[in-house]
């Protein structure tokens, strides 16, 4: 989970002058990465090299969508990112289910967007169905998907509440300028969870997490922008305009703590198991990840470091002839109810796109309001950074550094 | 027609080729091809593989993770002796002296494959965790320090360290060390040994000359049967590991899966093979039992 973009001076500048709420600033922030994307998408398209015979160019218009309800669908998510009730009931999607009479197959299965996407890759690049109606997927991850054209076209007529509800700063963003095949589910931060029981005392930054106390207690993310985007801001470089001697400098930062044993692991969602059972005290982690392990253990703690922490948003999409497209528009525009995206909202904590949710949320669950992780104050806003959309060849060399990194 | 007069038993094999042509030999041939391409990746993110005789892939891959090969191996040979060592004596008892037993015996033997590989590893996660009984008890008596300063654990945890991942392979494939060697056991004839006792032999010289020398086709199978998968194993390394415990199996599913790099993918897996398939000719060659080297 992390992101294209960045969040610019004019933003800011909107900001102070009140023209924009401080929720609409952070989204905004989500958006603009993609206009880096959108640049290589646009030279791809200029150099009319649609390439490969069966992925090639985004479809461009709607396809027109059987409008029965089909039985059962697929709804494939990454774990903790849906309400939960009783470990394996999900209200929301049990409203949903109860109101279109289908049966929702929700897997959480998404761990990681890299090794989701090799998992489901041949599968798309034969145009074959993977066998699942959404997918989410995180922004640079997404548009390699719309660069790839393994997305569905969405129509937006049946999609009348994401018309209206979807927040401003998230519609038109470049990686998807037609607001033709995402639909955000949820933004977050990444960061530095930890839990001051063990640690002894606060953390502030990700020089913090070399403390030689916590050794084989650390681990950091597999998703290679969220842990080389902390540790770049650490080295003071942009991430949103990283290179890759930057990428390298910051494995070769990282590479002695795995030598040494600092590092127990580099992880998916699985640090959260971790860092309950106090396997791990300090790690690199998502805002709402911790604010729902928080639940169980007060105790976890949450920190966008001084130097700077990740933003990033996930997108719901329909994947490439996906069987059941019409449940897919349903479920994307019961969610986006505000008081459906509350109820979500109110479990799994990160940063909802649904205008409006906040005002549900605020009625029913008002110490949600005042968590710094879910309204951000204006210096978390500030200091929060997206990555930058890498082309295909810095995409290649930044993988290979981090991957060696990793142990291959 | 006069060959098949001949050979009547050929045809029988056809179903057991074509399965093999279709699920073996095609698809190594095809691994073999792409082993050789080279892959670019275009503006829009879509790769392209050329195929151009690309030995570098051999040479540069095997270079680039010689230390993932040779702990693959070594882990895989520790964890087979481990299991041999373990596997040889519950094998005897059951074959030997289980009496009406047997049956129950076996059936617990394999009672743990009731559960997904996947859970089974997981489990050990719990098990094995900082603060859990086996940990502290083991931690209590010293051991820890010992494996600590012999390297095979670290910070007196068990987790996220070498002796984690090799215990949880042993584990693993245990039964498929137990099997082989109990059916060999089982089907010794007991009046060789009788006739050895006759003849003035004590009880471990019986066992040297005549029960452990008819149980090596037992021993030959079931550390093939440990080993090889063992060496391609990456779940457990990856469950229950660290990065300085990456094996060969989990550079080759981030290549496939992560990279999408099928050509270095299927060059180190080809490369696998190829060392694998020299180890168990010299193996053959060593313990060399009829049963299975006549064949």
């Given at each position: 989970m992390s992101t294209d973009g960045h969040l610019s001076d004019h933003d800011r500048a909107a900001f102070a002058r009140g023209a924009l709420t401080r929720r609409e600033l952070l989204r905004r922030a989500g958006i603009a990465g993609g206009v880096v994307a959108g640049?290589?998408?646009?030279?791809?398209?200029?150099?009319?090299?649609?390439?490969g015979a069966t992925g090639g160019a985004p479809s461009a218009g709607p396809v027109s969508i059987d409008k029965t309800v089909a039985p059962s669908w697929t709804f494939s998510n990454w774990p903790l990112y849906i309400d939960t009730k009783n470990k394996t009931q999900h209200p929301s999607l049990d409203l949903f289910d109860k109101k279109y009479n289908t049966k929702t197959n929700y897997l959480e299965d998404?761990?990681?967007?890299?090794?989701?996407?090799?998992?489901?890759?041949?599968?798309?690049?034969a145009g074959q169905n993977i066998q699942r109606d959404i997918v989410t997927l995180t922004d640079w991850m997404a548009a390699k998907w719309v660069a790839l054209g393994y997305c569905e076209a969405l129509d937006r007529s049946l999609i009348p509440n994401v018309e209206k509800n979807q927040s401003s700063a998230l519609r038109g963003r470049s990686i998807d300028p037609q607001d033709q095949f995402l639909v955000p589910w949820q933004s977050g931060f990444t960061g530095i969870a930890y839990n001051p029981k063990l640690t002894g005392g606060d953390l502030t930054s990700v020089a913090d997490l070399w403390n030689p106390d916590f050794k084989g207690k650390v681990t950091l993310l597999t998703e290679m922008r969220d842990t080389?985007?902390?540790?770049?801001?650490?080295?003071?470089?942009d991430p949103a305009k990283c290179t890759v001697d930057d990428a390298q400098s910051a494995c070769d930062y990282i590479q002695p703590y795995v030598n040494n044993g600092q590092i127990r692991r580099f992880t998916g969602n699985d640090y959260a198991g971790d860092l309950a059972k106090g396997n791990v005290v300090a790690c690199m982690g998502w805002s709402g990840d911790v604010v729902q392990l928080q639940f169980d253990n007060p105790d976890l703690?949450?920190?966008?470091?001084?130097?700077?922490?990740?933003?990033w948003t996930d997108n719901m999409m329909i994947p490439k002839n996906a069987s059941h497209p019409y449940n897919a528009h349903l479920w994307m525009n019961f969610y986006y109810q505000p008081e459906i995206a509350a109820m979500v909202e109110d479990w799994v904590n990160y940063i909802c796109p649904v205008d409006g949710a906040k005002d549900a949320l605020l009625k029913n669950d008002p110490s949600i309001a005042k968590n710094p992780l879910i309204f951000p104050p204006q210096s978390t806003l500030d200091n929060v950074h997206v990555f930058k959309a890498l082309t295909p060849q810095e995409d290649l060399e930044f993988n290979q550094a981090f991957q060696q990194l990793i142990g291959g | 027609m006069n060959w098949l007069k001949k050979r009547p038993a050929y045809p029988l094999l056809l179903p057991g080729m074509l399965w093999l042509a279709i699920f073996f030999f095609i698809p190594m041939a095809v691994m073999l091809y792409k082993s050789l391409e080279t892959v670019t990746v275009d503006l829009n993110y879509q790769q392209h593989f050329t195929f151009d005789w690309n030995f570098s892939n051999y040479t540069d891959n095997i270079s680039q993770y010689k230390s993932q090969f040779a702990r693959s191996f070594l882990y895989a040979a520790i964890a087979t002796v481990a299991a041999f060592l373990i596997a040889y004596p519950l094998a005897y008892v059951i074959a030997f002296r289980g009496g009406r037993w047997k049956n129950l015996l076996l059936l617990l033997v394999i009672a743990p494959f009731f559960t997904n590989y996947l859970i089974r590893t997981l489990a050990w996660q719990t098990i094995l965790a900082d603060n859990s009984v086996v940990t502290s008890t083991l931690d209590a008596m010293h051991l820890l320090?010992?494996?600590?300063?012999?390297?095979?654990?670290?910070?007196?945890?068990?987790?996220a360290t070498p002796l984690a991942v090799v215990?949880?392979?042993t584990?693993?494939?245990?039964?498929?060390?137990?099997?082989?060697?109990?059916?060999?056991l089982e089907k010794i004839d007991q009046r060789l040994l009788e006739a050895s006792l006759d003849l003035y032999a004590n009880r471990v010289k019986a066992f040297m000359k005549v029960t452990f020398p008819l149980s090596l086709p037992g021993v030959f199978a079931g550390t093939l049967l440990t080993f090889i998968p063992a060496t391609g194993d990456y779940?457990?390394?990856?469950?229950?590991?660290?990065?300085?415990?990456?094996?060969?199996?989990?550079?080759?599913?981030s290549k496939f899966l992560i990279f999408n790099d099928y050509p270095a993918a299927s060059a180190l897996s080809f490369t696998l093979m190829a060392i694998m398939l020299v180890f168990i000719a010299i193996y053959a060659k060593l313990l060399g039992t009829e049963e299975v080297t006549t064949v």
């Open positions: 640049a290589g998408l646009l030279a791809a398209c200029g150099s009319g090299s649609s390439s998404i761990e990681d967007n890299e090794s989701f996407f090799g998992k489901v890759k041949a599968q798309l690049e080389l985007g902390l540790v770049m801001l650490q080295q003071g470089v703690k949450f920190v966008v470091p001084d130097k700077g922490g990740m933003l | 320090s010992i494996t600590d300063a012999l390297g095979w654990t670290q910070q007196s945890r068990l987790l215990s949880a392979i584990y693993n494939y245990l039964a498929f060390m137990v099997l082989p060697l109990y059916v060999s779940i457990n390394a990856e469950i229950l590991g660290s990065p300085q415990t990456r094996m060969i199996g989990n550079v080759i599913q």
